[in-house]
């Protein structure tokens, strides 16, 4: 089973505001409440392509029930450990006329060690019936650091590949244990290599790094030109229009969500990219989360621009 792990779930509150901007009243057009939280956005947009996955990670009240709740109506088998508090909500305002998005994130509830505890329990028993799993998003108070480098650690003696899209030492800790595919938040990889990434040579010479660890495929954004692929055969930039875009919050999770697609598929290394970058780029084109349909991620694939670099 793929098996989707969001520690720190919210409910994603979009609100649209044309022209919004700081310090005013601003009435929005509408609002849009879903489900968010990387792994849990993963696990959705891949019942919208038709697979099926857990969802596990820590739920608490309201929100908790509600998150619960709309999974199991899209047939997502959930596994959260329940605790006290609130399931945070994260606001994005998303001002469609400028395509700026403006987002506001709560902590999250607090982890006792005894939650914590449970969870990693009923975490070893699913890595039993786990094939695939991925690891997404910051880290609720009370939960270790380096929490993701233990998961995948445990994960590896199951000979299960891991996916994770964290950042800071979250992000530190899942690379020293070697994921086999790895979102790089840019900004952070800067501050620890010391080097600024501002150009593709530099991205280059530090992302290849991480094969040394183990990592076979990373992924990162270079500004607005696109991302780069470090593949097992060879590295990539991709390129997407950006013209269409409207909202960007879950592109990053659109974006695995289509390799794991491309890999469970059998794509070979480039259609595996384009249908990725596809899946972003499509969910980006509208303010809900998720995909119009596969059909509309096929139509962009061939407009996806690939350069790859020996
Ligand atoms: O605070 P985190 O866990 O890093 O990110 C949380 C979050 O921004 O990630 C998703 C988009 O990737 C949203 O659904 C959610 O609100």
Known sequence: ???????????????????????????????????????????????QLGYESAAMGFLAGFNGAYIRDVLRKDRITTNFIHVKGETRTNVYIVDESGHIETGLSEPGPYISEEAYNRFLRNYQRMLQRTRLLILGGSLPPGIPQDIYGELIRMAKEYNIPTIVDAAGLPLQSALEAGPTI?????????????????????????????????????????????????????????????????????????????????????????????????????????????????????????????????
């Not at 979009?14 to 601003?26: A, I, N, R, S, T």
């Open 182 to 310: 790895a979102k790089i938040d840019h900004r952070f990889m800067s501050r620890i290599s010391g080097i600024s990434l501002t150009s593709l040579d530099n991205i280059i010479e530090v992302v290849s790094k991480l094969h040394d660890q183990g990592v076979e495929w990373a992924t990162t954004s270079y500004h607005i030109y696109g991302d780069v692929f470090f593949t097992p055969k060879g590295i990539y930039l991709a390129l997407a229009e950006r013209r269409s875009v409207v909202s960007l919050f879950a592109a990053a999770d659109a974006l695995i969500t289509g390799l794991i697609v491309g890999g469970e598929e059998g794509m070979d290394v480039e259609d595996r990219i384009r249908f990725a970058m596809a899946c972003a780029w499509e969910d980006s084109m509208h303010v809900e989360k998720g995909f119009s349909s596969r059909k509309a991620i096929e139509a962009l694939m061939p407009r996806v621009q690939l350069e790859r670099f020996d």
């Open 1 to 47: 089973m793929i098996v989707t792990v969001t520690l720190n779930p919210a409910v994603d509150e979009e609100f649209l505001v044309p022209e919004f901007q700081p310090g005013g009243w601003f009435r929005s057009k509408n609002a849009i409440r879903t489900p968010g939280g990387k792994g849990i956005n993963v696990s959705m947009m891949l019942a």
